[in-house]
C-alpha cells in the first residue's frame, strides 16, 4: 500500500437515508475493537469488493465508498493489511480514540470519501 | 314539536377539550340513532312475538337530535323529538333501546356476553358508531340505573363489540399509514402501497386524490413517502386487509420525520449483519413526539439514523458544519458533536432530552448556523 491506495468501505444499508451517508461509516462500533474494516483498493476494484462482501461474506452493503492511506494518517490513524481475515482485507486502527476523537475522524473521514464520491452504488 | 333530553354521552380525549366536537365525530352521532332505532324496533318485536314486523310508522314523528353540546370535556345533548305535545307510546322502546346499548358496552368492558344486551344485528352497527375513537378516547354513557359504573366506549370495547357478533369477520377502522406506492392501475382507479413493515395493501384512488397518488408512484425509485388517512378493514387479528375509503392524502417530505422513525421501526435485533439492537419502539415514538413538537419549522429536517448499540443518531450538514446528536432512547439522553469542517472547531456536549432548555440550545445553536450559510 502506498500513501494513495485506496481503502474501499462498504455501507451498510441501516446507515443510508436519502442516499446521504451517516458518519457512523468511517467509524467502528465498540464490537469492532475500536478497528474499521477496509478492502485495499490496489489489490480489489469497488465493485468486484462489493461482490465479495455481499456474496462471499454474504453481509449487506449498498454501494463502495473510499478514502485514502493518507487521509488516515491525516488524521492519525494507521491502516494495514489484515490477510488472516481475507487476502484484500485492511484494518484502520483508531487505537484509543476517546469518542468524541472517533466523532471528528470518522466526520473527516466521510467529508473526503463524498468528495471523491461514490466509487460503486447499487 | 316537543323535545326531551334523551342521552347526553360524554366525550372524553384531548380532542373535546375545551367544548369541542371534531366535525369527524358528528358522523358518529349519526350512526347512534339508526342504532338506536333498530335495536327499539328489536325490543318491540321481543315484547310482541307474535308479530313479524313493527307497526307501520313505528319511527314516524321521532326523532333524534344534537339540542346542545355542554361542557366538561365535550358532552352532545341528544335529545328526542316528537310532534305531539305527549311522548308517543313508542317511547318505551326508545329507551329500553337506550338502555340496552350501554349495557353491551358496559359487558363488553367487563369481558361480559353482550349478545344478553343486543342482537348481532345491532352489534354490527359498532362498525360506525366509535369508528373516530382514536388511542386514549372514550365515549362515556351514565348507566341506567343509579350507582351503577359509568360504560365507556373506547376503541379496545368497540372492538369486543364487534368481534361479540358472529357475522363480523371484518372491522373498519381509522387509519392514518404513511409508505410508498408501488402499483397503479388507472383503468381500475386502484393503487397498491408498500408500508414500512414491508406489507403491501392495495386501496382505491378518489379522484380528488388522484394527482398526489400518481405523484407518489412516479416518485417511487427515489423514496417518495406518501402520507394517506381514511378507513380500512382490518381482520380479527387487527391485521389490516385493505384500504376502504381515502379522506386525506399528503406528499412527505424526504426527510418527514414521523415516517423516517417509523422506518427504523421496522429494525430487528441482528440488524447489522447479525450485530445490531434494533431501537425500542416506545423510545422511537418518544423521540418523534419531542421532535415534532419542539423543532423548529424553520430548520431543515436532521437525518435520521439507527446506532448499532439500539440508539438513533441524527445528524445534519449545514454549510462547512457537520452536527450530530447521539440519542439513548431509554435514557432520553443524548451526545452532541458539530464540527467546522473548514476550521476544524468542534464541540460537543451531553444533553438531557427530557429538558426544554437543551431543545432550546440547540435549536438554538442550528438556528446560527443556518444563519451563518445563508450569510457567506
Not at chain 1, 476517546?98 to 470519501?113: I, M, P, R, V, W
Not at chain 2, 358518529?28 to 332505532?37: G, I, N, P
Not at chain 2, 423521540?287 to 423543532?295: D, F, K, M, N, P
Amino acid at each position: 500500500m502506498t500513501d494513495d491506495t485506496l481503502l474501499l468501505r462498504q455501507v451498510h444499508p441501516g446507515f443510508i437515508q436519502q442516499n446521504r451517508p451517516s458518519s457512523q461509516v468511517f467509524r467502528p462500533t465498540p464490537k469492532d475493537e475500536n478497528r474499521l474494516s477496509v478492502y485495499d483498493g490496489d489489490m480489489i476494484a469497488a465493485e468486484p469488493s462489493w461482490r465479495h462482501y455481499t456474496d462471499v461474506l454474504g453481509r449487506k452493503s449498498v454501494g463502495v465508498l473510499a478514502i485514502t492511506v493518507r487521509e488516515c494518517s491525516d488524521q492519525e490513524l494507521t491502516a494495514a493489511p489484515s490477510p488472516d481475515v481475507f487476502e484484500q482485507h485492511v484494518h484502520v486502527d483508531f487505537g484509543v480514540c476517546t469518542a468524541n476523537q472517533a466523532e471528528k475522524k470518522g466526520k473527516k473521514l466521510l467529508a473526503s470519501a463524498m468528495a471523491r464520491g461514490w466509487l460503486y452504488q447499487v | 314539536m316537543a323535545i326531551q333530553e334523551y342521552l347526553r354521552p360524554k366525550l372524553v380525549g384531548e380532542r373535546f377539550q375545551g367544548h369541542a366536537i371534531p366535525l369527524e365525530f358528528l358522523r358518529d352521532l349519526a350512526v347512534l340513532e339508526e342504532m338506536v332505532v333498530e335495536v327499539a324496533k328489536w325490543k318491540f318485536l321481543q315484547e310482541h312475538p307474535e308479530r313479524r314486523r313493527t307497526p307501520r310508522g313505528f319511527t314516524d314523528d321521532m326523532i333524534l337530535t344534537l339540542s346542545a353540546v355542554e361542557d366538561g370535556s365535550a358532552v352532545p345533548v341528544i335529545a328526542l323529538m316528537f310532534g305531539s305535545l305527549l311522548p308517543p307510546a313508542n317511547q318505551v322502546y326508545y329507551d329500553q333501546a337506550k338502555a340496552a346499548i350501554v349495557g353491551a358496552i358496559s359487558a363488553a368492558a367487563d369481558n361480559q356476553p353482550v349478545t344478553a344486551f343486543l342482537p348481532d344485528t345491532a352489534l354490527a352497527y359498532f362498525d360506525r358508531f366509535g369508528r373516530s375513537l382514536r388511542d386514549g378516547e372514550a365515549i362515556e354513557f351514565a348507566p341506567p340505573t343509579p350507582g351503577a359504573p359509568t360504560a365507556r366506549l373506547t376503541k379496545e370495547v368497540r372492538r369486543k363489540l364487534l368481534l361479540a357478533s358472529t357475522g363480523v369477520q371484518v372491522l373498519t377502522e381509522e387509519f392514518q399509514l404513511r409508505g410508498a406506492v408501488h402499483e397503479v392501475n388507472q383503468e381500475a382507479m386502484t393503487f397498491q402501497i408498500t408500508l414500512f413493515d414491508g406489507s403491501k395493501v392495495a386501496g382505491p384512488i378518489p379522484s380528488q386524490h388522484f394527482d398526489n397518488i400518481i405523484d407518489a408512484f412516479k416518485g417511487y425509485k427515489q423514496g417518495m413517502k406518501i402520507l394517506l388517512q381514511g378507513v380500512g378493514r382490518y381482520n380479527r387479528l387487527e391485521r389490516l386487509q385493505g384500504i376502504d375509503s381515502i379522506e386525506h392524502t399528503t406528499i412527505l417530505d424526504p426527510r418527514d420525520v414521523s415516517a423516517r422513525l417509523e422506518e427504523l421501526k421496522a429494525f430487528k435485533n441482528g440488524w447489522l449483519d447479525g450485530r445490531g439492537v434494533a431501537p425500542q419502539h416506545a423510545g422511537l415514538d418518544w423521540l418523534a413526539g419531542a421532535v415534532e413538537s419542539r423543532y423548529s419549522e424553520d430548520l431543515p429536517l436532521p437525518y435520521f439514523y439507527p446506532v448499532a448499540e439500539g440508539g438513533v443518531r441524527l445528524e445534519w450538514s449545514i454549510g462547512p458544519q457537520e452536527v450530530s446528536l447521539e440519542v439513548e432512547l431509554s435514557r432520553k439522553t443524548g451526545e452532541w458533536h458539530a464540527l467546522d469542517l473548514d476550521t476544524d472547531e468542534e464541540e460537543s456536549t451531553a444533553v438531557d432530552l427530557d429538558d426544554e432548555a437543551a431543545w432550546d440550545w440547540m435549536i438554538g445553536r442550528l438556528t446560527g448556523m443556518v444563519g451563518a450559510r445563508r450569510r457567506d
